[in-house]
């Protein structure tokens, strides 16, 4: 069970000083010159501007903190509301606005012809875990939240090593903290939001 903690990640501030960018993870690279295939992360956006140009690229973008963003993409104008995820193109002319102010959003962006993005924003519930599948990535956004072992992980205990079996080890999450999916699909339970974000191979 592998989990990201936002207070791990790096800081890289942006070139032109609008904010700053704290990757998650990332895919390497398949083709010629590519650094990577697929890469999540959580911005900081203080300040309106252009989006560098990603062609080859698709992105989907959500606002985890702060109100509203507003884009331009190749004209169209998109205002885009907190927990609703939106996809778009890397090679499209974009730029954003913050009609509310800074924010953080979560970006999911994916090589077109290698890999497809979904992103989803759920309820958490204490009664219902939510598992995390391999290629998955679930990031809690808001609330409180504990992760354990999935269901793949118990094996039931026979009468002579029932006393002895340990309990499943829980963990709590924090805010912006990251569940990595795996075969074994731990779950999350609690009250709040999560992010999920899957990475499939293209077809």
Same mark, same amino acid.
Request: glycine letters at 10%; a negative charge; charged letters at 20%.
């Given at each position: 069970?592998?989990?990201?903690?936002? *207070?791990?990640?790096? &800081?890289?501030?942006?070139?032109? #000083?609008? #904010?700053? +960018? =704290?990757?998650?993870?990332?895919?390497?690279?398949?083709?010629?010159?590519?650094?990577?295939?697929?890469?999540?992360?959580? &911005?900081?956006?203080?300040?309106?501007?252009?989006?560098?140009?990603?062609?080859?690229?698709?992105?989907?973008?959500?606002?985890? /903190?702060?109100?509203?963003? @507003?884009?331009?993409?190749?004209?169209?104008?998109? &205002?885009?509301?907190?927990? =609703?995820?939106?996809?778009?193109?890397? !090679?499209?002319?974009?730029? *954003?606005?913050?009609?509310?102010?800074?924010?953080?959003?979560?970006?999911?962006?994916? =090589?077109?012809?290698?890999?497809?993005?979904?992103?989803?924003?759920?309820?958490?519930?204490?009664? =219902?875990?939510?598992?995390?599948?391999? !290629?998955?990535?679930?990031?809690?956004?808001? #609330?409180? @939240?504990?992760?354990?072992?999935?269901?793949?992980?118990?094996?039931?205990?026979?009468? !002579? +090593?029932?006393?002895?079996?340990?309990?499943?080890? +829980?963990? @709590?999450?924090?805010?912006?903290?990251?569940?990595? #999916?795996?075969? !074994?699909?731990? /779950?999350?339970?609690?009250?709040?939001?999560? @992010?999920?974000?899957?990475?499939?191979?293209?077809?």
């Amino acid at each position: 069970m592998e989990i990201i903690r936002y *207070a791990s990640l790096k &800081a890289a501030p942006w070139a032109n #000083g609008g #904010g700053i +960018t =704290r990757q998650i993870a990332a895919g390497a690279g398949t083709g010629t010159g590519a650094e990577w295939d697929w890469r999540l992360s959580l &911005a900081e956006v203080s300040k309106a501007g252009p989006f560098s140009p990603l062609p080859g690229i698709d992105r989907i973008i959500t606002v985890v /903190e702060g109100e509203l963003i @507003a884009l331009s993409v190749d004209g169209v104008e998109q &205002a885009l509301e907190k927990f =609703r995820p939106f996809r778009f193109s890397g !090679d499209a002319d974009t730029s *954003a606005t913050l009609p509310t102010g800074a924010l953080k959003d979560l970006n999911l962006m994916t =090589r077109r012809g290698a890999f497809k993005g979904y992103a989803a924003i759920i309820e958490l519930s204490k009664k =219902r875990p939510h598992p995390v599948f391999a !290629d998955q990535f679930a990031v809690l956004l808001q #609330g409180s @939240a504990t992760v354990s072992p999935g269901s793949t992980n118990s094996q039931p205990a026979s009468d !002579d +090593t029932e006393a002895s079996t340990p309990a499943p080890v +829980t963990e @709590a999450l924090g805010k912006f903290d990251t569940v990595v #999916g795996s075969e !074994d699909a731990p /779950e999350i339970s609690g009250r709040g939001f999560l @992010a999920v974000l899957s990475i499939d191979p293209a077809s």
